[in-house]
């Protein structure tokens, strides 16, 4: 794996044995966005569709979220995502990184509730919505620290 670019667009990714959860986010890493989520069969016509997407928006990393078990242990899931990540990363040469996903669906799934969406809608909603909220995490868990106060005399938020 070749290393972490510090700037462009991430592609995220919520792996599901039936459809496929796509986020994205503008090159400087302020917003996450949903994509149009892609069937998970056949495999091979979802890694073009992958690949096509990571060339038309110049992706310098992919994060494929990692659905652990509430012990933190590798299941069936997670083997199947570890499996199709493999897959990914025989057909690229942008970083790929597996993500602990453990908790995306399940706030997924509230929040679309929050927002009133009738839980007969929510299939639609929740993958890409999982993936949004893999990639705000990923992207926090990467950002460099900012200060908490900014002092107007001293702007060195650049």
């Known amino acids: 794996m070749s290393e972490r670019p510090t700037h ?3 592609l995220a990714l919520d792996v599901g044995n039936k459809r496929i959860g796509v986020a ?4 400087d890493r302020i917003i996450a966005s949903g994509q149009p989520t892609l069937p998970a069969q056949p495999t091979d016509k979802a ?5 096509q997407m990571i060339a038309d928006n110049e992706v310098v990393e992919v994060v494929i ?3 652990l078990t509430l012990r933190g242990e590798v299941g069936a899931q997670a083997k199947a995502v570890q499996a199709f990540s493999r897959g990914l990363e025989k057909r690229t040469k942008i970083p790929i990184t597996l993500y602990d996903e453990r908790f ?3 706030e997924a799934e509230r929040s679309l509730e929050a927002m009133g969406i009738k839980k007969s809608k929510h299939r639609d909603h929740v993958d890409e919505l999982a993936a949004i909220l ?3 995490d990923y992207m926090s868990s990467i950002a460099p620290p900012r200060p908490l106060y900014h002092d ?3 702007d060195d938020w650049d």
Do not use: K, N
Request: one cysteine or more; proline letters at 12%.
């Open 24 to 27: 994205m986010c503008d090159p």
């Open 104 to 106: 995306t669906s399940v």
């Open 134 to 136: 893999i990639l705000q």
């Open 47 to 51: 890694y073009a569709q992958l690949l």
């Open 152 to 154: 107007p005399e001293h």
């Open 65 to 67: 979220g990692l659905p």
């Open 8 to 10: 462009g667009r991430i």
